[in-house]
């Protein structure tokens, strides 16, 4: 099984239908997040999954948070909100916390499976944190670290112009040997 092709279409697109996607669906997404690794198999992460109905106390309260750039994200189906905390995880020498790694796989394993899904999985660190967690009742020790916005594809005509620019751009990356190196750090994997 070759999931690089999952990889390489993923895109952190904005252009959202509002057609609703169904909880059980939105439940697959969360299901192949709590099979992420983890250290220790602590599994940190926390997730708050808000489904962006009219009349939703919670939905409104992440639509409020949300910061003006983010504003397509309005047509979201779900919001994922991904929480962890520090002590909910291995916390190793010289401060490396592992509980954020671990919620980063899991995030990644919602956006593979969106992917797979045809559906878009964007995530958000554009909001406020204090009024996510006033909406969702998150506890102060809990970090809401990202929201991920959860849509069918849709149009982009309400996007701003810098949008859906980057809606139609060509995905760049950095080279390998910009960000990879063999045997010691700066020396540049070839390739």
């Known amino acids: 099984m070759n999931i690089l092709h999952e990889i390489e279409d993923r895109r952190a697109r904005r252009g959202l239908s509002e057609e609703p996607i169904d909880e059980r669906i939105a439940a697959e997404l969360v299901y192949a997040a709590t099979l992420a690794p983890s250290c220790f198999n602590n599994q940190p992460w926390r997730i708050v999954m808000v489904s962006n109905e009219p009349g939703s106390a919670q939905a409104e309260g992440i639509r409020a948070a949300l910061t003006p750039g983010n504003a397509w994200a309005q047509k979201a189906s ?88 980057s809606e139609n751009s060509e995905r760049i990356r950095k080279p390998l040997g910009e960000v990879v190196f063999l045997g010691s750090f700066g020396n540049p994997l070839q390739g």
Request: charged share 20%.
């Open 78 to 165: 779900w919001f994922f909100v991904l929480c962890t905390a520090a002590h909910l995880d291995c916390r190793m020498d010289e401060g490396r916390d592992y509980a954020y790694f671990d919620l980063g796989q899991a995030a990644m394993a919602i956006e593979l499976q969106a992917q797979h899904e045809g559906l878009i999985a964007h995530p958000m660190a554009g909001f406020s944190p204090s009024k996510v967690r006033a909406a969702l009742s998150i506890p102060k020790e809990i970090v809401p670290l990202v929201v991920l916005a959860i849509g069918k594809p849709g149009p982009t005509d309400a996007l701003s112009e810098q949008q859906k620019a």
